[in-house]
Structures are given as structure tokens and as C-alpha cells.
């Protein structure tokens, strides 16, 4: 079956630690996002790759870093520099926005981090 | 730039009752709408989409929604919900030139027996 995967479900840091959360999508897709969701503020963008080899900033990048090697994948590593990393962590894929099309987000069930 | 507001954080509503959430937005430019649900624990998926043509688009689990242009508002409507919609509902816009898409802050259904 085509999807999203995101591993591991559950993680928890010791304050100090990098961290980074796997994201895999064997949908074909060019674009992959990251998103951060805290209660009652909905989705905010971390980071988007549109093709491999690229990354933009989203609207909270501060402490956080992407790589984007494969098109299938798009790790997110959670650095010490990121002051409340306590957060549920999307994954989601589309087809690409460089074309304008109606593009239709697939999210992945997300990583839970907590930092103790 | 655009953005979304979602104007009810929370609504309750008893099972069988008809339910309406609202999303208003703003843009620069023509854009996509989108509603999407997530139930507890898991990712968002989508559950309708306005492109162009017919305001009145239909998804899944019985869901509908409305675009109005004038009022810039896509509000999204079940006449009557089951327990098993108690989810977490956002409402997104992308531009159609290309661009993200921008997500509101999500408004909590909670559907009682």
C-alpha cells in the first residue's frame, strides 16, 4: 500500500540531545513537509522540500534541520538550539507546488517527542 | 499572502444533530480549499477539496462543504453527525499559482450519545 510512514510513534530526549524523526513516503511524491502541532495552535510549518537537494525555511525553523538526500525520504533533526521541542511532529507529502495544481496534502500518523 | 480563521475552536453537538464548522480566509490571490480531519493520534486526511465550478463540493463520511466568494468563507456542514466524527477538523487555502498551503488552527468536534 502506498503511504506515509513515520517512526518511531512515541520518543523522548534528555534536554541537550539532537534528535531526528524518519519520514518515508513511497507515494512518488516531489514535495514533503514537516509540521509542528501544539494544542490549539494547529499545523505550523517547520520545513518544505519541493525536489531532492532542496529545502526552504518555514515559519518555525529556529532549532531545527532537514535533509532531503532521497525522494522518498526527509529526515527532521531536532537540535538542543530548539527551546520547547515538546510537540506532536507531522510528516506529509504532495505531488509538488511548483505547478500550481490543486495539491493535495498525505500526512503521515506523526511523532509524539517529549523532552525530559 | 493568506491566511485562515477558524471561528469556533470547540463545538459539541448531539449525535443525529446537524453540525456546521466554520472557516473564513483571506488571500492576495485565487486559492484552493481544502477541509481536513484528524482523528486522535494520528495524521490529518483529507476530507474535501473546492477547486473551480459547483460552490457545493461533497467528501467523505457525509460531509459537505460550501465556498463563498463573496464572504470568503468555505464552511463545512453534516446534517447529521455519529459519534465516530468526534475528531479534530482543519480548514487550509493554497494559492493556485503555486505557493503552501496555510492551515487554521483546527476547531474540536466533540459529538455526545
Known amino acids: 500500500d502506498g503511504g506515509i510512514t513515520q517512526s518511531p510513534k512515541y520518543l523522548f530526549r534528555k534536554e541537550g540531545q539532537n534528535v531526528t524523526l524518519s519520514c518515508e513516503q513511497n507515494l512518488n511524491h516531489d514535495a514533503m513537509y514537516w509540521y509542528r502541532q501544539d494544542p490549539g495552535q494547529g499545523l505550523r510549518l517547520i520545513y518544505y522540500s519541493q525536489i531532492v537537494n532542496d529545502f526552504q525555511k518555514g515559519d518555525i525553523a529556529e532549532g531545527y534541520s532537514v535533509s532531503r538526500e532521497k525522494k522518498e525520504s526527509f529526515p527532521l533533526t531536532v537540535t538542543s538550539a530548539q527551546k520547547n521541542p515538546t510537540a506532536f511532529y507531522l510528516c506529509?507529502?504532495?505531488?509538488?507546488?511548483?505547478?500550481?495544481?490543486?495539491?493535495?496534502?498525505?500526512f503521515g500518523p506523526g511523532t509524539r517527542l517529549t523532552v525530559l | 499572502a493568506q491566511s485562515v480563521t477558524q471561528l469556533d475552536s470547540q463545538v459539541p453537538v448531539f449525535e443525529e444533530a446537524p453540525v456546521e464548522l466554520r472557516c473564513n480566509y483571506s488571500s492576495s490571490v485565487s486559492v484552493y480549499l481544502f477541509w481536513y480531519v484528524q482523528y486522535p493520534n494520528q495524521g490529518l486526511q483529507l476530507l474535501l477539496k473546492?477547486?473551480?465550478?459547483?460552490?457545493l463540493v461533497k467528501g467523505i463520511n457525509g460531509f459537505e462543504a460550501e465556498f463563498n466568494k463573496s464572504q470568503t468563507s468555505f464552511h463545512l456542514r453534516k446534517p447529521s453527525v455519529h459519534i465516530s466524527d468526534t475528531a479534530e477538523y482543519f480548514c487550509a487555502v493554497k494559492p493556485t499559482n503555486a505557493g503552501k498551503s496555510t492551515f487554521g488552527d483546527g476547531t474540536t468536534l466533540t459529538v455526545k450519545p
Open positions: 473546492y477547486l473551480s465550478g459547483s460552490t
Open positions: 506529509a507529502s504532495s505531488i509538488g507546488t511548483t505547478s500550481g495544481a490543486a495539491d493535495t496534502q498525505y
